[in-house]
């Protein structure tokens, strides 16, 4: 009996390494990759060159980080009310609103960037209105304004469904204990509701600025090759083995400078967030 | 207050689901074109048919799917078995920390390393070519890993240990208490990460996007490729019959969802059975 169980632990302890050993393979050595290929040259020797002539590129970071930037504010003044006045909502309405999130969750980004150009087209469904209704055409892809437009469109439901998730969870008696004690509805809302949700205000906005500031679909496809954003120069440094440095060294700027934002971001919150898949 | 936030949820849903509407409308329009609604008929769905190469991404999406969710699902669910056994928490949490890092860094920088990775890897190893169906393979496993451990490791957290435990009293072997009791507490978790997998895997865009080959496409490649240049509609019949089938495997999921409840159901009871004897 007791050797059966030592035998068995044995086996237990052995079970995470197959992980162990994928991770390392495929999480970890392609990162120390990326490292590599940012501090060399095409012949293999180091340099700091890459790093350097990142100063080239200061205006798309700039760009990226600004387009990022509006387009997680206006998801959150948008999607914080949505998720607000789902969890109000009585529990079957809550259930079918919430599958309505989820669905253009589970459509892919392409195909709702792709379907958003077929209404903001110049040949689109909106300007064909516009026309038809004695209105002059109006640009909107190539705009920046549809570069945010798309991000926002993409990422809205992953600004709502965290903040939802805590919203459902807080206990009501909260907010009828700030009533009681005479807070108005205003108070209650600034001095319970949102400090309480905080933690998935939080974890919707790194869900929505960190795919922002990366995507390269969105502005090649709105922004009609006019906005060329980090995402963009990342994956035109890869078509060509010549530049993979340069792409290398942007990438693990970019990666820097997120992990850091997120864990900047963690810190305001005691949890990772509320967001569970 | 009731009707303006319905107004206002209604006003974001019909913002969020517009252009999908519009793709899905417009791809039963013969005359091809957003100017003008000719008649509905399935001309486009007919083009579509006639596609090889859809067929081949379709096939090649699903393999992968399939392929990486299964393998995913097997290495995640002993790496979270394993991560329960153990005992030391600064081995666990590092483990974790690695686990996490896929699900943190954008899609972009997980794309490039892996790329360079391979072609890194193959040119040590004197490989002809690095990308394909195998890269692939390894690329999706990669990131669905993540998602199965996040799902199964909190079946685990939640589980009495007092099951197990009675199960080993009243006779059982270890691995048949695993088997017995712990296997089928953890199945849900087990199932809606192998789900998640697959969704994920089959929707996958911008890892895919470095990490394959010409010769093996998937369906999110194949859109990105048809679209690059002009409006096609047999890729918007494509998009329709895609987000169908999304539509469908949601439902199927809530549907496993309450699946999972009986299945906690039947625990709960054999609990109290056991409480009773």
């Known amino acids: 009996m007791r050797s059966s169980v030592r035998h068995r632990s044995l086996l237990e302890r052995a079970a995470a390494a197959p992980h162990v050993v994928w991770a390392i393979l495929f999480i970890v050595a392609p990162l120390l990759f990326v490292i590599y290929f940012a501090m060399t040259d095409a012949e293999g020797n180091i340099t700091l060159k890459n790093l350097a002539s990142l100063a080239d590129y200061s205006n798309i970071f700039l760009l990226s980080v600004s387009f990022a930037f509006i387009a997680t504010l206006i998801c959150l003044l948008l999607g914080y009310p949505l998720a607000y006045f789902m969890s109000r909502a009585s529990k079957p309405a809550r259930r079918a609103l919430l599958l309505l999130l989820m669905l253009p969750m589970w459509i892919s980004l392409l195909i709702r960037t792709y379907s958003l150009m077929a209404l903001l087209d110049n040949g689109g469904l909106l300007n064909t209105l516009l026309v038809s209704l004695g209105f002059e055409r109006i640009k909107i892809i190539g705009t920046g304004g549809a570069v945010i437009l798309g991000m926002i469109y993409d990422f809205l439901p992953y600004m709502v469904l965290p903040i939802f998730t805590v919203l459902t969870k807080l206990d009501p008696r909260y907010i009828e204990a700030a009533a009681d004690l005479g807070c108005n509805g205003l108070q209650v809302l600034g001095r319970v509701i949102l400090p309480l949700s905080l933690p998935g205000v939080i974890s919707g906005i790194t869900m929505v600025f960190v795919p922002s500031i990366s995507t390269f679909y969105i502005s090649q496809k709105l922004g009609g090759g006019a906005f060329e954003l980090i995402g963009d120069t990342i994956e035109r440094q890869f078509q060509h083995p010549s530049t993979y440095h340069t792409g290398a060294a942007i990438s693990l700027v970019m990666m820097i400078l997120i992990i850091i934002s997120v864990a900047i971001m963690n810190r305001f919150s005691d949890n990772g967030g509320g967001f569970v898949v | ?277």
């Open chain 2, 1 to 277: 207050m009731k009707v303006f936030s319905k107004i206002y949820m209604g006003l974001v849903f019909a913002l969020l689901y517009a252009p999908i509407l519009v793709l899905v409308i417009y791809s039963f329009n013969e005359a091809g074109e957003l100017g003008s609604f000719s008649r509905v008929s399935l001309y486009w769905y007919r083009q579509l048919f006639r596609d090889a190469k859809a067929f081949e991404s379709l096939k090649n999406s699903l393999f992968l799917a399939v392929t990486s969710s299964v393998l995913a699902t097997v290495i995640g669910t002993f790496a979270a078995l394993g991560l329960d056994r153990m005992r030391r928490r600064y081995i666990r949490n590092a483990i974790m920390s690695v686990t996490n890092i896929p699900m943190m860094n954008p899609d972009i920088v997980t794309g490039v390393s892996m790329m360079l990775f391979f072609v890194a890897s193959a040119s040590i190893l004197g490989l002809a070519s690095p990308l394909g169906r195998t890269s692939m393979i390894i690329a999706h496993t990669t990131f669905n890993i993540p998602y199965v451990i996040l799902s199964v490791r909190p079946r685990f957290l939640q589980m009495d240990r007092n099951l197990t435990e009675a199960a080993l009293d009243l006779g059982c072997t270890p691995s048949r208490a695993f088997f017995k009791v712990e296997l089928p507490f953890i199945t849900p978790g087990i199932i809606s990460g192998l789900i998640m997998g697959f969704t994920l895997s089959l929707d996958d865009f911008v890892i895919s996007h470095f990490v394959s080959s010409p010769d093996f496409q998937t369906l999110p490649l194949y859109i990105y490729n048809q679209t690059a240049h002009q409006v096609k509609f047999s890729m918007y019949a494509l998009c329709t019959l895609i987000i169908l089938s999304i539509l469908i495997l949601l439902l199927i999921i809530n549907f496993a969802g309450t699946f999972g409840e009986t299945n906690n159901n039947k625990i709960l009871k054999l609990k109290r059975k056991e409480s009773r004897s």
